[in-house]
């Protein structure tokens, strides 16, 4: 968040101090969010030995116009990708995570624990309440 203020005076400043605690308040949230993200993913990846559920990690990144970013990505595992966009069958131990567990198991599993934390955990009414108490 940018802001420039001229011939500013006690109101230029507080207005600055609150964008800058705001955009902390901000950043707070939304890494949490791609926490929950990476590890409600795992969750919902297919299971054989545990290296799919265990790959997510976050990644903070610069984005456009220098804001900061986090990213969620599988690292080091390049059937990541086949598994979330493929069609197939779930093996034994898939099944048993599936039943277990507290989410479905299968394909689409990023794009599912995005919406997962969008909707259910309500990430959006988090970030406006952030930015309000800073």
């Known amino acids: 968040m940018g802001v420039r203020i001229k011939n500013s005076g006690a109101l230029g400043?507080?207005?600055?101090k609150t964008a800058d605690k705001s955009t902390r308040a901000l950043r707070r949230v939304q890494l949490q969010g791609a926490h929950e993200i990476?590890?409600?993913?795992?969750e919902m990846a297919p299971?054989?030995?545990?290296?799919?559920e265990d790959s997510f990690?976050?990644?903070?990144?610069?984005?456009?116009?220098?804001?900061?970013?986090?990213?969620?990505?599988?690292?080091?595992?390049?059937?990541?990708?086949r598994m979330h966009e493929s069609v197939y069958n779930l093996g034994p131990g898939s099944v048993e995570k599936s039943e277990s567990g507290r989410f479905v198991v299968g394909r689409k599993f990023l794009t599912r624990a995005v919406d997962y934390v969008v909707h259910d955990l309500k990430f959006m009414e988090r970030a406006r309440r952030a930015v309000r108490m800073k």
């Not at 400043?13 to 600055?16: D, E, I, K």
């Not at 990476?38 to 795992?42: C, D, L, Q, S, T």
């Open 13 to 16: 400043v507080q207005l600055l």
């Open 38 to 42: 990476a590890e409600i993913a795992g």
């Open 47 to 52: 299971y054989k030995k545990g290296d799919l």
């Open 57 to 81: 990690v976050v990644e903070k990144m610069m984005g456009m116009k220098n804001r900061t970013t986090y990213t969620v990505k599988s690292v080091g595992l390049p059937y990541a990708v």
